[in-house]
């Protein structure tokens, strides 16, 4: 069971200091903690989530750490930019830091406990936390919603470049793994599988090879490439037929360990179809293959390609993120999307939350020359809204008005700056969809304490 607050306050002992960079550090932090208390459906919101990660025993014995503890070590988490196993070092060995997290004489919390706290906070609950932040700022006046401005920027995914090479060796190292365990345990229960050898070495000369040479201007190179390419896809193909007959047999198998290992072999092989089929139409006939119908990574399977026009960085591979943001640079609202929506459709869902969250719409709107969606669209968002910045044509940007409507959406480029640079934005390190949402939901809500507790 798991205490939702300890009403037990402990005194601060630690010693103060003078320095100005030390005295701004406090502030931010005690600001942070103000904030947290004057809002207790934040904890409440996020009480019901983490009550999952202590089941009451027969005992009936308490979790050591309150929800609160384990919420404001996952803010001090996000905000000090480290991994979980840093932020634990730093817990331990900051008194101020405990004192904020109000730990007082527990300790602190293993590094794979605020991991799991992270892991079971939904990301609805994120969206409710930051919602009810938002009112909040409304209701004591600390932000004006008439004026707002909006952008889409996107969070790249922990995963490197997917060719269709490394795609096939991420495909094989993956089976290979599996089954050469599954096949141990075959073995001990008396049963035998298909393959004694698979030739992991040879797979992966050939993977080195294609990697080395595919761009090669050689044309000699180029036509032992190809028969490079079809003996990697053969042996792919092989290991997926492995696959296959190892889920078959462990149907007649009655242990739990060789079910759940086909298990997630079963699930590996929905992937590994898909690079293998990519891979064959691409290399072997020639075809251009839509990226609606490849998969960019067997680990991150949810992940997208998303192209934005950047020079420095055609392709991106991640999830898009809408941003909607006051002349304050508070964010009231983000929308992480499992497939990316044109921005010329998205300016209607920013008015509707916008009137969900503060009742009326927005007396302004400002976004870039991509949020124009059309005469028609831009007629029905004039009725809804005052005043709406989104430039059409190059001769818009002469118009004086349009310029400064412009001048005050480019405010929000120096917010998405802060989120990937200071609160880690840039790539999401955690695996799946929910974990991804739940860390943009997250980052945003860190973004917000920090900006009304006047933190930098």
């Not at 502030?27 to 009451?56: C, F, H, M, Q, T």
């Not at 998205?346 to 916008?354: A, F, G, I, N, Q």
């Not at 990937?420 to 973004?447: I, Y």
Request: proline fraction near 3%.
């Amino acid at each position: 069971m798991r205490v939702k607050v300890d009403s037990q306050r402990y005194f601060n002992w630690t010693p103060s200091s003078n320095a100005k960079i030390v005295l701004a550090y406090e502030e931010k932090y005690n600001g942070v903690s103000r904030i947290l208390d004057e809002n207790p459906p934040i904890l409440d919101a996020v009480d019901k989530d983490l009550r999952k990660l202590s089941r009451p025993g027969k005992s009936g014995r308490r979790a050591t750490f309150t929800s609160e503890n384990l919420l404001r070590a996952l803010i001090v988490y996000q905000i000090e930019g480290a991994s979980y196993r840093e932020t634990a070092i730093r817990l331990t060995h900051s008194l101020f830091l405990q004192d904020f997290c109000r730990f007082g004489s527990r300790g602190v919390p293993n590094f794979t406990l605020i991991e799991k706290a992270f892991k079971s906070i939904r990301p609805a609950t994120w969206t409710m936390v930051n919602d009810t932040l938002t009112r909040h700022a409304f209701d004591t006046e600390k932000l004006d919603p008439s004026k707002v401005r909006t952008d889409t920027t996107v969070v790249d995914a922990n995963i490197h470049y997917p060719t269709d090479s490394n795609l096939l060796w991420d495909s094989w190292r993956v089976l290979y793994r599996l089954l050469s365990e599954g096949r141990d345990l075959l073995a001990s229960r008396g049963a035998e599988l298909f393959e004694n050898r698979f030739h992991d070495r040879k797979v992966k000369k050939l993977h080195l090879f294609i990697t080395r040479y595919t761009s090669s201007p050689c044309a000699k190179r180029q036509k032992e490439v190809q028969r490079k390419r079809k003996k990697y896809l053969s042996q792919i193909e092989r290991i997926v037929r492995c696959g296959e007959d190892f889920v078959a047999l462990s149907a007649d198998v009655a242990d739990l360990k060789i079910w759940a290992l086909a298990a997630q072999i079963a699930d590996d092989l929905k992937k590994v179809r898909k690079v293998v089929r990519a891979a064959t139409r691409a290399w072997l006939k020639g075809e251009v293959v839509p990226a609606s119908e490849r998969i960019f990574s067997i680990f991150e399977d949810h992940v997208e390609l998303i192209k934005r026009g950047r020079r420095h960085k055609p392709v991106e591979f991640g999830h898009a993120v809408l941003l909607t943001q006051t002349k304050e640079k508070f964010i009231t609202q983000y929308d992480v999307m499992e497939q990316k929506i044109p921005d010329s459709k998205l300016s209607d869902r920013v008015v509707e939350k916008h009137k969900s969250l503060f009742g009326a719409p927005p007396e302004e709107l400002e976004g870039d020359k991509g949020f124009w969606g059309g005469k028609e669209a831009m007629d029905r968002l004039r009725d809804k809204v005052k005043t709406v910045g989104i430039p059409h044509r190059l001769k818009d940007f002469a118009d004086e008005v349009m310029v400064g409507l412009q001048k005050f959406r480019a405010g929000i480029e120096g917010s998405i700056s802060v989120l990937k640079r200071a609160l880690g934005l840039s790539r999401c390190r955690f695996r799946g969809f929910k974990s991804f949402d739940s860390f943009v939901g997250l980052g945003v809500l860190c973004h917000n304490l920090v900006l009304l507790a006047g933190g930098t």
